[in-house]
């Protein structure tokens, strides 16, 4: 039974880490391998903080991550890419939301009609089809997630945060500002 509970402790942490990128997963299982399978549960985790850190960094930030999102030569695009990450779907009233705040999280010149455009342009975005009239990013939405809570999680809470208010607006038919939406 420990074996079994060590086991799916295992799996959940190469699935969290590798954010569910194959070629994360194969990076880290190959670790594995290398250290013989040795595995130090601590804390019912796979690792110790510092070597979670060093296991994601080595295999899934520098090597899928950052090849990734360095092939998108404009920062604006690559930073909405990684916020937008924290949504499941969005639209253009998403954005808006998002450059809204005091402190923006997408610089209020930006077009957001354009910005989309742009994020589909990429390869990673997919654009709203009959069935569903959203934008979505199943490509390296998990990786971004997974990497923003290693390198920015007051950040990642705050999207969070923000997210429910937007999603709590559109199921009142609102958008964040109160506005009606279409």
């Known amino acids: 039974s420990s074996s079994s509970a060590a086991s799916d402790v295992y799996k959940r942490q190469v699935a969290f880490l590798s954010g569910g ?30 070597e979670r850190d060093r296991l994601f960094r080595e295999h899934v930030e520098e090597p899928v991550i ?35 705040r005091r402190r ?19 390869g990673l975005v997919r654009p709203p089809v009959p069935r569903d009239p959203f934008y979505s990013d199943a490509i390296v939405r998990n990786l971004i997630l997974v990497q923003m809570q290693f390198n920015s999680l007051n950040r990642y809470l705050q999207l969070n945060r923000l997210a429910c208010k937007i999603y709590d607006a559109w199921i009142k038919g609102q958008d964040i500002k109160g506005n009606p939406l279409n």
């Open 21 to 50: 990128h194959p070629g994360s997963i194969k990076r880290i299982l190959q670790n594995f391998v290398e250290r013989d399978w040795g595995v130090i549960l601590v804390e019912r985790r796979l690792y110790p903080p510092e």
């Open 66 to 100: 950052n090849k990734i999102l360095g092939r998108i030569l404009d920062p604006n695009v690559r930073e909405a890419l990684r916020i937008l990450g924290v949504f499941r779907r969005f639209d253009e009233h998403t954005i808006e939301a998002l450059q809204s």
């Open 104 to 122: 923006p999280y997408i610089s209020k010149s930006v077009d957001s009609q354009e910005l989309l455009d742009q994020l589909v342009s990429t």
